[in-house]
């Protein structure tokens, strides 16, 4: 595989020789493809505002592309914090190429159409509405794979715009159509491509998830405007046997950190079990980035730990680094584990935990070092009210611990 993406780029980076100035991208709207399994093709739109500027657009999320260069005949996008870019070749204004995560060693074919707007193709007039709560179950009766979520969906016309939220995130923006009874969502962030097709009836779904092209699962939901999801503040706790949570992992200048060190000592401390490949835990970070700006003064530290699949530690200190320059995150990222993000390795590392269920999970410790509450998961702004929700009870309970 490693070889394919060297043989992409060598062919990407090849043009005739007597072109002297390379082509950039034109602006206007865009629509882009990225190929999933099954013949299904994963859209999203975006806007190039100039040759180095672009927003991608997923329902009421909006994320500004400004890493753009080009070579001869080719383009190159990078997206924000993640590892993920897009490498393509012009044809007329349009692009044809992959989207590319080396560390994953995947690489997804993607094109793009000039002045496309369109996400989805409806062919023919809404027979259904999404509006409304879908208690969902993907993998069903797939031993180990099976979980539950929450559908929350919003239907205008045939346009749909929601999310799904599990015991661990949310899927994040997602949009798309209602084309008769079938029902089409996708969002591309630079981390994942998903898309969610299914049939749907009145008080039912069926369907499928992909991810890129090398996931898909089915799913099914019903609706059911009451139903709710276990707390997210009981499925992960400290075992018996320890008194509480202890580390020691260095930061990007390879400096060994702990809660023992100063900067902790008397402090309400919240520690971000987290990865910088991780869109929850990017949605989570703004958060907490701009709360410790905010109240930092009134004694609260947080550290986070990251687990990266990047294959070398100085590969995952550089994701580190550019996630704290991008985001403006003003406390520490330490690099407890590289090469791998599997949640049995990180709790090796963190074996006081009954386990590690979530990217991102948050562990707020009091004054004492005593661990008050283990909080699994995190309601990112596409759940809406259950995000608003969730500052309200962070802020609520933080406050608590302050004045301890």
Request: with cysteine; aromatic share 12%.
């Amino acid at each position: 595989m490693k070889n394919l993406i060297g043989i992409l780029a060598i062919i990407l980076l090849s043009s005739c020789k007597s072109e002297t100035k390379s082509k950039t991208l034109k602006v206007g709207s865009y629509r882009a493809i990225i190929e999933a399994q099954n013949n299904e093709e994963i859209p999203f739109v975006f806007e190039v505002a100039s040759a180095t500027q672009m927003k991608i657009f997923n329902a009421e999320e909006v994320i500004d592309v400004s890493e753009i260069t080009y070579k001869n005949d080719s383009v190159f996008i990078k997206l924000p914090v993640f590892e993920g870019y897009i490498a393509a070749k012009f044809e007329g204004d349009n692009l044809k190429g992959s989207f590319i995560k080396e560390s994953l060693d995947r690489t997804v074919p993607f094109a793009a159409d000039f002045n496309e707007t369109r996400r989805f193709e409806a062919h023919s007039k809404p027979s259904q509405n999404s509006t409304g709560i879908w208690e969902t179950v993907f993998s069903k009766g797939i031993a180990d794979d099976e979980y539950i979520a929450k559908g929350i969906f919003k239907q205008e016309g045939d346009r749909v715009t929601g999310t799904f939220r599990t015991t661990t995130g949310d899927y994040r923006f997602l949009e798309g159509v209602m084309d008769g009874d079938k029902l089409k969502l996708s969002t591309f962030d630079g981390a994942h491509a998903f898309l969610f097709t299914a049939t749907v009836t009145d008080s039912t779904m069926e369907g499928y998830f992909y991810s890129g092209n090398h996931w898909k699962e089915p799913f099914v939901a019903e609706r059911n405007d009451t139903y709710e999801l276990p707390s997210a503040n009981n499925l992960t706790f400290i075992k018996e046997g320890y008194d509480g949570i202890d580390f020691e992992f260095p930061n990007t200048s390879d400096v060994i950190v702990s809660l023992n060190d100063e900067r902790f000592k008397d402090k309400v401390v919240i520690v971000q079990i987290m990865g910088t490949w991780c869109p929850n835990c990017l949605d989570e970070s703004k958060y907490y980035a701009q709360y410790y700006k905010e109240n930092k003064a009134r004694g609260i530290e947080f550290v986070a730990l990251a687990f990266e699949y990047a294959k070398t530690k100085e590969g995952a200190f550089s994701r580190i680094d550019r996630l704290q320059n991008n985001v403006g995150i003003n406390y520490p990222i330490l690099l407890a584990q590289y090469g791998t993000s599997d949640k049995d390795k990180a709790q090796e590392k963190l074996p006081m935990l009954n386990h590690v269920l979530s990217y991102p999970t948050s562990i707020f410790i009091d004054k004492t070092g005593k661990v008050r509450k283990i909080h699994t998961g995190f309601n990112g702004p596409a759940t809406g009210e259950k995000y608003v929700d969730f500052k309200a009870e962070f802020e609520t309970f933080v406050n608590g611990l302050l004045k301890e």
